[in-house]
């Protein structure tokens, strides 16, 4: 069992910066991918970025190619997502999540999800 509790989401203007971070509790942390998908108002939840176990894989959806950065600490039991040059388009719920399954460059089966952290980016 994994529990994840985002923080760090708020307002900023664009071109801002913003990091978000997942606390993770349970035993197996290092065991999963950990990914960010994000949600925009009256839009799907969509994929963001996925980091491996071992931390030297990471996937991004092309939208925050080059922007955002992932990473985890498994000693923590943290996963963080550094937001840079934001846009409004970047405005969305985000949540933090746990998986096992990659494929086509993104985190699918996700097993455990986050409540989600709000990130209002403002033009």
């Given at each position: 069992?994994v529990q994840?509790?985002?923080?760090g989401?708020?307002?900023v203007?664009a071109?801002g ?23 925009a ?7 963001v970025?996925?980091?491996?176990w071992r ?10 190619k080059?922007?955002f950065?992932?990473?985890r600490?498994n000693a923590?039991n943290?996963?963080t997502?550094?937001?840079n040059?934001?846009?409004?388009a970047?405005?969305?719920v985000?949540y933090?999540a746990?998986?096992?399954v990659?494929?086509g460059?993104q985190l699918?089966g ?5 409540e989600?952290?709000l990130?209002t980016?403002s033009?």
């Open positions: 069992q994840l509790v985002e923080s989401g708020g307002l203007q071109g910066s913003l990091r978000l971070s997942c606390a993770a509790s349970g035993r197996t942390f290092s065991s999963y991918f950990m990914g960010w998908f994000r949600q108002p009256g839009k799907e939840r969509e994929f970025a996925a980091i491996g931390g030297s894989i990471v996937y991004y959806v092309d939208s925050v080059g922007r950065t992932i990473s600490d923590k943290t996963a997502l550094q937001m040059s934001l846009k409004a970047d405005t969305a985000y933090c746990a998986g096992t990659v494929f460059n699918h996700v097993d455990y999800w986050g989600g952290t990130v980016v033009s």
